[in-house]
């Protein structure tokens, strides 16, 4: 039996806990910040902290998934329990792992996040369409198929993606927008929101020239350490504010390891782009 679609779950998600998206990057520094060993020891008592903090409050937890795997079968083991933990404490999450290919690997890819049964089994993964949009047709069906939902890359914040996003194709219509009408294709007709989304930087400035309107959600990194405020985000994605999921990594996971302090500032973090979708 599927899940009841992520888009929909989302919505409730996000209008319960706050617009916002936490990430869990248990990269080197971070590690070595919060006094912790670059050894499967720190890096599951980063990742349990993290969730004990955060998977009752927020609406979305999202583990870097390479983070996990440098660490081999064990770093992968953590994960398994992380994402298990996060969901059954209420937290949506959404695999951060940006997969990407053809065929019968990209099935295997979507098989490993999206079948219910996985012990990976996410609410939603990120995907990369770049070897073209319908690359992702096994992921897109399996998501269907389980409730599951997907953010594909659209229009990413790194200089280096504009070489291949803002590239114009014979349509006169540039890669970006073209997986964002694509995202929209796929949401037609979903209430109360569609389960396709798309990944585009807070930090990007006015998109007034794009379509943002794609009836899903838009993952959106940028806040925090990368320069990008609450206040930003009404400029940058105008009519689809209310569908945005702000993503913030290391303005909160700084803040650790102590567990009151992650609340209060993921708490900070929400109520003031909740503000800014209200005033809006």
Known sequence: MSLEPFGARLRRAMDDRGPLCVGIDPHASLLADWGLGDDIAGLERFSRTVVEALAERVAVLKPQSAFFERFGSRGIAVLERSVEEARAAGALVVMDAKRGDIGSTMAAYAETFLRKDAPLFSDALTVSPYLGYGSLKPAVELARESGAGLFVLALTSNPEGGEVQHAVRADGRNVGATMLAHLAAENAGEAPLGSYGAVVGATLGDLSSYDLDINGPILAPGIGAQGATAADLAGVFGAALRN???????????????VVALREVAEGFAEEIRAAVTAA
């Open 244 to 258: 945005v999921v702000p993503h913030v990594s290391r303005g909160v996971l700084r803040h650790g390891p102590d």
